[in-house]
C-alpha cells in the first residue's frame, strides 16, 4: 500500500511541483464554486437555456484566435512570470464580476456585463491553459515523470471538482451568489504566492529566425502528419463539442427534470467529481503509458453510456450514479489524451502542439454549450443530451478500428523523439 501512495504521488517529491499543487489545489476549488454558481445564476435570472450556452461560449470562444500565437511564443516566453500574471488578471476578473454581484448591478434586467466578463475570462484563459501545460515540464524536469504530473494534476483538479460543487450548492442557499463570487477571486491568492517561490530558470535564447505565423503553421503541419497526434486532437474535439457540454445543462436537469434546487446541482457535480478522482488515482498509479490508447476508447464508452442513461433518467438517486460513471470516462478521456500527447510529441514542438490542444478543447466547449443551449430550447434537455451522447459512443466504437494503426505509429513516434522510457514500466527502468 505504501509502495502504491508512493508510485502515484511521485512527482509531489518535488519542489517546484509541491508548491504548485498546493496554490492550484486551493484555486480550483474557488474555480469550481464559481462554475457551479455561475449556472444557477444565470439560469435563475433569466430561464434560458440559450443563454447559458451564450456564457459558455464567450468563455471559451478566444481561444480560437489566441491559442495559437500563445503556442508559438510558448517555447520562447518565461513562462514562469507569465503564469503569475494570468493569476493575477483572474483575480481582477473575478473581484469585478463578484463586486457587480454583490452591489445588484447584475439583475434580471442588467446581464451583459456577465456576457462581457465571460469574454475576458475566456481570454485570459485562452493565455494561461497552453502556458500551464508546458510549464509542467518546466516543474519536474524528468520528462519520465511527466504522466505521474499529469494525472496527479487530474486528481488535484477533480479533489477540488469534488469539494467545490457541493461547497457553492450549499453557499448559494446559506448566503449569495455574490459571496461564491468573492470566495473565488480571493481563491486566486495562494497560487498567485506559491508561485513566488518556485524557482525556474530558462536558458538564453538564439534569436528568432521564424516568423510567428510560420511557426503556427509548422505546428499544424506536424499533428495533420502525425497519425497519433491528429486522433487524440479529433477524439477531444468531439467529446467535448458533444460530450463534455452536458455540464452547461446540469442547472436545468436539477431544476426542471428532478425538480431540486442548487444544492441538487452541486450534488450531482461532485458526484461527477468523485467518479474523476478516481479515475485520476487510477492513472496516476500507471507506471507507463502501455494500453493507455485502448484505455482511451473504453473510458469513451463508459463516459457516453453513463450520458446516455442520464439523459433519461428522472431520480436523483440514479443520476448521481450515472454521474459518476461519467465523471471518471470524462477525466479519464481527457487526461490520456493529454498525457500521450505530451509522452510522444517531439520536444520543439511541444508548446505548439499544446497550443492546438488546448485550442480543440477550449474552442469546441463554447460551441458544444451553444450547441445544446440552442437543441434544448427546440427539442428539450433529455433529447439533446441523449442524441450528444450517441455521437460520442459511435465516435468510441470507430476508435477500435483505427487502434492498430495508432499504436504502430505511436511506438514509432516515442523512438524517434527518444521518449521510449515512458513506453516502460517504471520498475523495469530501475532495474535496468
Not at 512570470?81 to 457587480?100: D, E, K, M, P, S
Not at 446581464?111 to 500551464?132: C, H, K, N, T, W
Not at 480571493?186 to 508561485?195: A, D, E, N, Q, T
Request: glycine letters at 8%.
Amino acid at each position: 500500500m505504501i509502495n502504491f501512495i508512493r508510485r502515484t504521488f511521485t512527482s509531489l517529491s518535488i519542489k517546484n511541483y509541491r508548491l504548485f499543487f498546493m496554490g492550484q489545489a486551493v484555486s480550483l476549488i474557488g474555480t469550481w464554486i464559481q462554475r457551479t454558481t455561475m449556472g444557477w445564476f444565470v439560469y435563475r435570472l433569466t430561464g434560458s437555456a440559450f443563454l447559458l450556452g451564450v456564457v459558455t461560449f464567450l468563455s471559451m470562444i478566444p481561444s480560437v484566435f489566441i491559442s495559437p500565437f500563445v503556442g508559438a511564443w510558448a517555447d520562447r516566453w518565461n513562462r514562469h512570470r507569465t503564469l503569475i500574471g494570468t493569476q493575477i488578471a483572474f483575480f481582477v476578473q473575478n473581484a469585478v464580476l463578484a463586486t457587480l454581484v454583490l452591489t445588484h448591478v447584475i439583475n434580471e434586467n442588467v446581464i451583459y456585463p456577465i456576457l462581457i466578463l465571460a469574454f475576458v475570462q475566456g481570454a485570459i484563459e485562452a493565455v494561461d491553459s497552453p502556458i500551464r501545460q508546458t510549464f509542467l515540464i518546466d516543474l519536474i524536469g524528468d520528462k519520465r515523470l511527466l504522466p505521474n504530473a499529469i494525472a496527479t494534476n487530474s486528481a488535484m483538479f477533480n479533489g477540488a471538482r469534488l469539494i467545490g460543487p457541493a461547497l457553492g450548492g450549499v453557499m448559494i442557499i446559506l448566503f449569495s451568489e455574490g459571496v461564491c463570487f468573492a470566495i473565488n477571486a480571493v481563491s486566486y491568492l495562494p497560487i498567485i504566492i506559491s508561485l513566488q517561490f518556485v524557482k525556474v530558470s530558462y536558458p538564453k535564447l538564439p534569436p528568432r529566425t521564424i516568423s510567428t505565423f510560420r511557426k503556427i503553421a509548422d505546428g499544424w503541419k506536424y499533428v495533420y502528419h502525425s497519425f497519433p497526434i491528429k486522433f487524440l486532437i479529433i477524439n477531444l474535439a468531439v467529446y467535448t463539442l458533444f460530450g463534455n457540454s452536458y455540464s452547461t445543462l446540469i442547472p436545468v436537469f436539477a431544476k426542471d427534470i428532478l425538480h431540486g434546487d442548487s444544492g441538487t446541482q452541486g450534488l450531482l457535480m461532485s458526484t461527477a467529481g468523485i467518479g474523476a478522482l478516481i479515475g485520476s488515482f487510477i492513472l496516476a498509479s500507471k507506471s507507463s503509458i502501455k494500453g493507455m490508447q485502448i484505455r482511451l476508447i473504453i473510458v469513451g464508452l463508459v463516459a457516453s453510456s453513463g450520458l446516455m442513461l442520464f439523459s433519461q433518467s428522472r431520480s436523483t438517486v440514479l443520476s448521481m450514479i450515472m454521474m459518476l460513471f461519467i465523471g471518471f470516462g470524462m477525466m479519464m478521456n481527457t487526461a490520456t489524451t493529454n498525457t500521450l500527447i505530451q509522452s510522444i510529441v517531439a520536444d520543439d514542438m511541444r508548446g505548439r502542439v499544446l497550443s492546438v490542444y488546448t485550442m480543440s478543447f477550449m474552442s469546441m466547449s463554447p460551441f458544444g454549450g451553444l450547441l445544446v443551449g440552442i437543441l434544448t430550447s427546440r427539442i428539450g434537455a433529455q433529447s439533446t443530451m441523449f442524441i450528444c451522447a450517441l455521437i460520442c459512443f459511435l465516435w468510441s466504437l470507430n476508435g477500435f478500428r483505427l487502434m492498430p494503426k495508432f499504436t504502430n505509429n505511436m511506438l514509432k513516434m516515442l523512438v524517434k523523439n527518444s521518449n521510449s522510457d515512458v513506453y516502460r514500466d517504471s520498475r523495469v527502468r530501475m532495474e535496468t
